[in-house]
T-cell receptor
């Protein structure tokens, strides 16, 4: 049981390049989330997927797209990377959408955009 | 606007001393409240959560937190800090689809 896994762990991009961050969970969770973490700030929600086949915007969705490929996988795509997207990205999942759930986080992807 | 404030950016305590980390929230109604811990290079781990009921919540690793509605606070406490508690601590509030995090408090533990 690996929990929430993210690939890659580190990535360096040039401005304008595209890439996809991968996230997978093996806990049979329904809901999955993408956050970004910047220095001096807490995590901010980018997108979430309450269930397979649905996605919704969070607090900071601009510049990103997501795909809920199946129940296990939730990817985050940067179509044209910008230096402002330099951040650490975390994926998380919970069983449902109820408030009593526990959110499990992946180890993060550190992205640098030059 | 909904927000979470952690007034202390960095706290240093001696091993064995008590600890209190402060958290204040601004929401229209009492939100769900959480404390997470993050070790360097790691993801966040849930320490404890409050949804309703008893205002003193027990968590893992010997941590507890007290919800005070009148002060819009949810402070984290530990009676005796261990060197392994050195980490960054985040308070969060809201529903999972609209979670707001504080900026974090970095805890250093002196031997």
């Amino acid at each position: 049981n690996a929990g929430v896994t993210q690939t890659p762990k580190f990535q360096v991009l040039k401005t304008g390049q595209s890439m996809t961050l991968q996230c997978a969970q093996d806990m049979n969770h329904n809901s999955m989330y993408w956050y970004r973490q910047d220095p001096g700030m807490g995590l901010r929600l980018i997108y979430y997927s309450a269930s397979e086949g649905t996605t919704d915007k969070g607090e900071v969705p601009n510049g990103y797209n997501v795909s809920r490929l199946n129940k296990r996988e939730f990817s985050l795509r940067l179509e044209s990377a910008a230096p402002s997207q330099t951040s650490v990205y975390f994926c998380a999942s919970i069983t449902g959408t109820g408030g009593t759930d526990t959110q499990y986080f992946g180890p993060g992807t550190r992205l640098t955009v030059l | 606007a909904q927000s979470v404030t952690q007034p202390d950016i960095h706290i240093t305590v001696s091993e064995g001393a008590s600890l209190e980390l402060r958290c204040n929230y601004s929401y229209g109604a009492t939100p769900y409240l959480f404390w997470y811990v993050q070790s360097p290079g790691q993801g966040l781990q849930l320490l404890l959560k409050y949804f309703s009921g008893d205002t003193l919540v027990q968590g893992i690793k010997g941590f507890e937190a007290e919800f005070k509605r009148s002060q819009s606070s949810f402070n984290l406490r530990k009676p005796s800090v261990h060197w392994s508690d050195a980490a960054e601590y985040f308070c969060a509030a809201g529903s999972f689809n609209d979670m707001r995090f504080g900026a974090g408090t970095r805890l250093t533990v002196k031997p």
